[in-house]
T-cell receptor, first 111, second 117 residues
Framework: GQQVMQIPQYQHVQEGEDFTTYCNSS?????IQWYKQRPGGHPVFLIQ?????EVKKQKRLTFQFGEAKKNSSLHITATQTTDVGTYFC???????????FGTGTRLTVIP | GAVVSQHPSWVICKSGTSVKIECRSL??????MFWYRQFPKQSLMLMAT?????????EQGVEKDKFLINHASLTLSTLTVTSAHPEDSSFYIC?????????????FGEGSRLTVL
């Protein structure tokens, strides 16, 4: 079955430092989505990437979809304490409409 | 944004009893809803895809007779954990996609934390 792995599993950064999480799928994805889950909360959609090599920015967040559509990354510039949470990538295998989540990266920002 | 409501938020039950969790899309219609399970500090594991008016599609390893899913309308899906045991204790989260949208963002409910004693 499809496996979506993320590294690192945990990341502690000082406020103001940058942060990157990497997502790798065992199968080609038609699109990749990123979600953020705050402690005790539910996942909230951040963005969707569809095209091979696509790069999208949301303020301090930069999302990238690999050329082979099997990997993706999320980079946060100058982290803030509000960035704390677990970041998940998620993608549907092939042309399916269901969504499999990556293993997640838990970000802690030290003030 | 679209709102998905889940009820109850938490439930404690005795081993052997059944528990029903409701997932409602409040301001949109959802042909498809998804049920996930999340253990502490772990990822979301897709349990099943709930399709309005038809049988749910279960992921490998998920017992369909234990986790009964019903999607009777475009705004309501229910998950019933039958004969619950302590190992079923977990955080169950539903999500929905707008009707007619095959891909795209999922809107998540607040989740239901089940504790089986």
């Amino acid at each position: 079955g499809q496996q979506v792995m993320q590294i690192p599993q945990y990341q502690h950064v000082q406020e103001g430092e940058d942060f990157t999480t990497y997502c790798n799928s065992s199968t080609t994805l038609s699109n990749i989505q990123w979600y953020k889950q705050r402690p005790g909360g539910h996942p909230v959609f951040l963005i969707q990437l569809v095209k091979s090599g696509e790069v999208k920015k949301q303020k301090r967040l930069t999302f990238q979809f690999g050329e082979a559509k099997k990997n993706s990354s999320l980079h946060i510039t100058a982290t803030q304490t509000t960035d704390v949470g677990t970041y998940f990538c998620a993608g549907p295998p092939g042309g399916a409409n269901n969504l499999f989540f990556g293993t997640g990266t838990r970000l802690t920002v030290i003030p | 944004g679209a709102v998905v409501s889940q009820h109850p938020s938490w439930v404690i039950c005795k081993s052997g009893t059944s528990v029903k969790i409701e997932c409602r899309s409040l301001d949109f219609q959802a042909t498809t809803m998804f049920w996930y399970r999340q253990f502490p500090k772990q990822s979301l594991m897709l349990m099943a895809t709930s399709n309005e008016g038809s049988k749910a599609t279960y992921e490998q390893g998920v017992e369909k007779d234990k986790f009964l899913i019903n999607h009777a309308s475009l705004t309501l899906s229910t998950l019933t954990v039958t004969s619950a045991h302590p190992e079923d204790s977990s955080f169950y989260i539903c999500s929905a996609r707008r009707e007619g949208v095959l891909t795209g963002e999922l809107f998540f409910g607040e989740g239901s934390r089940l504790t089986v004693l």
